[in-house]
């Protein structure tokens, strides 16, 4: 099952935004699984400098997400657990985009322009995380 792709661009003539803005809301999701051991045994064999990296905070999870998942974000890159909770938080019912992304928006998107003015940074990440493991626990 694929959750979500960064492989497109979503920048207008009017607002150039810089690139990776796309994949940021998914390099977020990805580290938190990724910091609470919910990534899949594709990416401990394959990507296991990079997962140590991440785990240092040493790059961020955009960083990750797009040197070790072609900018695709699936089912291969997460354990059982983690393909749970994705199915239930990430995404809704219908495949559609899930609670998570309600809970971005509330989180990090207040104050700016758009979806995709977040900033790929620890402090937001920090941000996030605190909600979607109330969410995980839930």
Known sequence: MSY?????DYSS???PLPKGHAATHIGMFLAWAVLN???SDFHRQRSAELLARLRRREITGRQFF????SEKFSEKDLNEDGNAFAQQYYVDEAGKRGAYFTDYKK?????LPGFWHVADTWAN????AAV????YEE
């Open 4 to 8: 979500d792709r960064a492989d497109f």
């Open 13 to 15: 003539d009017a607002e």
């Open 37 to 39: 051991e919910l990534e």
């Open 66 to 69: 797009e040197a070790a998942c």
């Open 107 to 111: 989180v990090l998107v207040a104050g």
């Open 125 to 128: 990440y920090d941000k996030i």
């Open 132 to 135: 979607i493991t109330r969410r």
